[in-house]
């Protein structure tokens, strides 16, 4: 889909050179801005954009821009956000939405004050495992849930947390929830809704001690609204590679799990209304080099986002679960702190 949407990047790092190859394929790339100006210079070069070395220039010289994309680290996703919303752009974020709820209910604030979309990238919303389940509980085919496990075990060492800076650190990245399993707890959500108690959590810092300033593995306990009881497993520890990011859930009318290391098949499923369909094969998953990340799904995100901001189309990704995903995270690092000793 190649249309006249003209955008600006932010953040010239890992995921940002995948975002500048989507804006390019699905419309044009007017600039791009990064603190470390050489980045910023080889992707304006390969893209025939203008290049900056921080926001306020990139946004004052590229206004002619639709939307700003924000490829950041995790702390910076409100205030450019709000920054490039106040500025005239629409804005389309890198997940976490920010690491505090108080900070993506300003995010919120500042789209509907300037009228502009907002909008945060969950590309694992659109895994074909994950549609076909959301379906599949949107039409009451499960019944009553009883209850949901969710399994993040990946892995990361020291080289990925020294290739950047921000990374592991508390005030920057926030933590393994944030940056690593985000993805997961937002599907968690979607599945299950919003309304859900931290009944318990504990987390330690087990093989990454002068590495990371927070934990490397940890356990949550959850309850829903509805009733149906939750634990998240999640840890940066798995042996050697990625092994698994996987939902179970176990409910009235059967029992299906969606696996893989993320969220990419249906690992297997007994239904009493016969199996969910699910023919589409995920795509793969991003791959860094040394490690590998969520699947590769931005480019239906760009087309997601602009079917919004062309045509008006319903949003499947909305800020508001973006946002209770973020504030489920805070209640579990509070609940961890909590029981620290
Ligand atoms: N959706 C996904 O699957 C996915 C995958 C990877 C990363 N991410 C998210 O994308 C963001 C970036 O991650 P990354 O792995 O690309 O990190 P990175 O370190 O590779 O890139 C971040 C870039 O931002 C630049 N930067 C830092 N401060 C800046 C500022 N004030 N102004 C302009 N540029 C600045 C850095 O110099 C760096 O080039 C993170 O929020 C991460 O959580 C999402």
């Known amino acids: ?64 821009a639709a939307v700003l994309v924000i490829c950041t680290p995790n702390a910076l996703h409100a205030p450019q956000a709000i920054q490039g919303l106040h500025a005239g752009f629409h ?24 009228g502009k979309l907002l909008m945060v990238v969950k590309q694992n919303r659109f895994n074909p495992p994950v549609l076909a389940v959301k379906h599949a509980i949107e039409q009451a085919l499960l019944g009553k849930i009883y209850s949901v496990h969710l399994n993040c075990l990946w892995y990361r060492d020291e080289a990925y947390y020294m ?24 599907i968690l959500l979607w599945f299950m809704g919003s309304d859900v108690k931290v009944v318990a959590a504990s987390a330690a810092n087990l093989a990454h001690q002068n590495i990371i300033e927070f934990e490397d593995t940890g356990v949550a306990q959850l309850q829903f609204a509805n009733g149906a009881l939750g634990s998240i497993h999640y840890s940066i520890n798995a042996f050697q590679q990625n092994a698994e990011g996987s939902i179970l859930l176990n409910a009235e009318n059967g029992i299906i799990k969606i696996g893989g290391k993320y969220l990419d ?44 901001l062309l045509h008006n189309k319903a949003s499947i990704i909305q800020n508001e679960e973006a946002m209770q995903t973020v504030a489920l995270i805070e209640s579990i690092h509070k609940c961890i702190q909590h029981n620290s000793f």
């Open 265 to 308: 098949n249906i690992a297997f499923q007994t239904l009493k209304h016969g199996d969910i369909a699910c023919t589409e094969t995920s795509a793969e998953a991003n791959d860094y080099g040394s490690y590998q990340g969520s699947i590769r799904n931005h480019d239906k995100v760009y087309a997601h986002f602009i079917e919004i």
């Open 163 to 186: 290739q950047s800076k921000w990374r592991g650190t508390k005030q920057l990245d926030g933590g393994i929830l944030f940056t690593q399993f985000s993805h997961f707890i937002d």
């Open 1 to 64: 889909m190649m249309t006249s949407v003209k955008f600006i990047l932010v953040g010239c790092g890992n995921i940002g050179v995948r975002h500048a190859a989507l804006m390019h394929q699905f419309g044009k790339l007017e600039g791009v801005c990064d603190v470390d100006e050489s980045k910023a210079k080889q992707l304006a070069e390969q893209y025939h954009c203008k290049a900056f070395g921080c926001l306020n220039d990139l946004l004052t010289a590229c206004k002619n």
């Open 91 to 114: 804005v389309l974020v890198e997940k976490p939405m920010a690491l505090s709820a108080m900070d993506c209910r300003a995010m919120i604030d500042a789209a509907s004050q300037a």
